[in-house]
């Protein structure tokens, strides 16, 4: 059983441009969510895919936007990079949508600088 | 409004003492909650939810209720246990969206 990956590591961009993360979830689950965790801070929620259907987002401009694909991998793609999207990128996956059935494991996150 | 508040940015303990890391929530509805933690170099991963009851690592936490608090405790303290901890709520509904905390460093000296 392989846990959850990320790709890339690290990614620096510059400000106006677009990116793309990647987000291989763990065998067996079907439902990703990506967090996004600014330094000092608790991560912070920003959307969840279920079985390829987006199933709830947090309070980010729909510049980010996502995709999962049948394998259930996902991406995270953010358009118009600014200065303030430099923060660590969580993805999580889980067996399932709801809050208590499923624990969530985390990968070990993608860090986007943008200058 | 859906919060998570860690109040100590850092807790510094000395190895056999005990520790209480504290964690207050914000929610209408009924929440579940969740420790976190984050060991150095390595990636979040859970400690304990509160619907378990079970202590992991000698940690326990209790949800009350009445003073919407989730406070993580341990008798005493281990120098493994340093690492990063986040309290963390998850709502009704059926998204498994988690609010996190800021986090508490725990730094046990020897």
């Known amino acids: 059983e392989t846990g959850v990956t990320q790709s890339p590591t690290h990614l620096i961009k510059t400000r106006g441009q677009q990116v793309t993360l990647r987000c291989s979830s763990q065998s067996g689950h079907n439902t990703v969510s990506w967090y996004q965790q600014a330094l000092g801070q608790g991560p912070q929620f920003i959307f969840q895919y279920y079985r390829e259907e987006e199933n709830g987002r947090g309070n980010f401009p729909p510049r980010f936007s996502g995709l999962q694909f049948p394998n259930y991998s996902s991406e995270l793609n953010v358009n118009a990079l600014e200065l303030d999207d430099s923060a660590l990128y969580l993805c999580?996956?889980?067996?399932?949508?709801?809050?208590?059935?499923?624990?969530?494991?985390f990968g070990p996150g993608t860090r986007l600088t943008v200058t | 409004a859906q919060r998570v508040t860690q109040p100590e940015k850092l807790l510094s303990v000395f190895k056999g003492a005990p520790v209480e890391l504290k964690c207050n929530y914000s929610?209408?509805?009924?929440?579940?909650l969740f420790w976190y933690v984050q060991y150095s170099r390595q990636r979040l991963q859970l400690l304990l939810r509160h619907i378990s009851r079970e202590s992991i690592k000698g940690f326990t936490a209790d949800l009350n209720k009445g003073e919407t608090s989730f406070h993580l405790k341990k008798p005493f303290a281990q120098e493994e246990d340093s690492a990063m901890y986040y309290c963390a709520l998850s709502g009704s509904g059926n998204t498994g969206k988690l609010i996190f905390g800021q986090g508490t460093t725990l730094q046990v000296k020897p």
């Open positions: 929610y209408s509805g009924s929440p579940e």
């Open positions: 999580a996956s889980s067996l399932g949508r709801r809050r208590s059935s499923y624990e969530q494991y």
